[in-house]
T-cell receptor, first 108, second 113 residues
Framework: KNEVEQSPQNLTAQEGEFITINCSYS?????LHWLQQHPGGGIVSLFM???GKKKHGRLIATINIQEKHSSLHITASHPRDSAVYIC??????????FGTGTSLTVIP | DGGITQSPKYLFRKEGQNVTLSCEQN?????MYWYRQDPGQGLRLIYY???????QKGDIAEGYSVSREKKESFPLTVTSAQKNPTAFYLC????????????FGSGTRLTVV
């Protein structure tokens, strides 16, 4: 069983739609990260969360520590948001556990 | 600008040959990491180093070797003992102490033929 589970695995949306990607984890964590991987392969860190909610532009990330769950929301989605979104949790053993990613395609 | 440079972006090697992937960072980060990414799987940790001249095995270290002679550099050698070397390899670094995010390189796609 993977320590980090993401859903859905694949997501197709029309431009302008509100998108939610979910992440559940089974281990105690210090922080949770949302990462974005574009088709070229490079990964960019979007958010680091240990509680509450963060917002950056059209992206919103929330975390519920008690329920061990986080969500990434994209408002007014755009084709340039098409990427793989990866949830990763930082644990006390000094490493990340990664979800398998959610592949998002936004259609114009 | 500071960042992590991985080179080359694409690498082709014949089966049985060792190959070394480069990872250089100018962020003054203490810790560096190598991950392997396969289709449908999360990133898996190969090796990591928290300080110069020291490194630890990750979950899938067999068939790989690393060195950390300089703070800025953490090269990964994929040896002929690695049974399925074709994959996408990502290097990352972070500042140790407290919570801090990772910085990732752009990756190297290795194909062994």
């Amino acid at each position: 069983k993977n320590e980090v589970e993401q859903s859905p695995q694949n997501l197709t949306a029309q431009e302008g739609e509100f998108i939610t990607i979910n992440c559940s984890y089974s281990v105690g964590i210090s922080a949770l990260h949302w990462l974005q991987q574009h088709p070229g392969g490079g990964i960019v860190s979007l958010f680091m969360l240990s509680s509450g909610k963060k917002k950056h532009g059209r992206l919103i990330a929330t975390i519920n520590i008690q329920e061990k769950h986080s969500s990434l929301h994209i408002t007014a989605s755009h084709p340039r948001d098409s990427a793989v979104y990866i949830c990763a949790v930082w644990v006390a053993s000094n490493q990340f556990y990664f979800g398998t990613g959610t592949s998002l395609t936004v259609i114009p | 600008d500071g960042g992590i440079t991985q080179s080359p972006k694409y690498l082709f090697r014949k089966e049985g040959q060792n190959v070394t992937l480069s990872c250089e960072q100018n962020l003054n980060h203490d810790a560096m990491y190598w991950y392997r990414q396969d289709p449908g799987q999360g990133l898996r940790l190969i090796y990591y180093s928290q300080i110069v001249n020291d490194f630890q095995k990750g979950d899938i270290a067999e068939g790989y070797s690393v060195s950390r002679e300089k703070k800025e550099s953490f090269p990964l050698t994929v040896t002929s003992a690695q049974k399925n070397p074709t994959a996408f390899y990502l290097c990352a670094s972070r500042r140790t102490g407290g919570e801090s995010g990772y910085t990732f390189g752009s990756g190297t796609r290795l194909t062994v033929v």
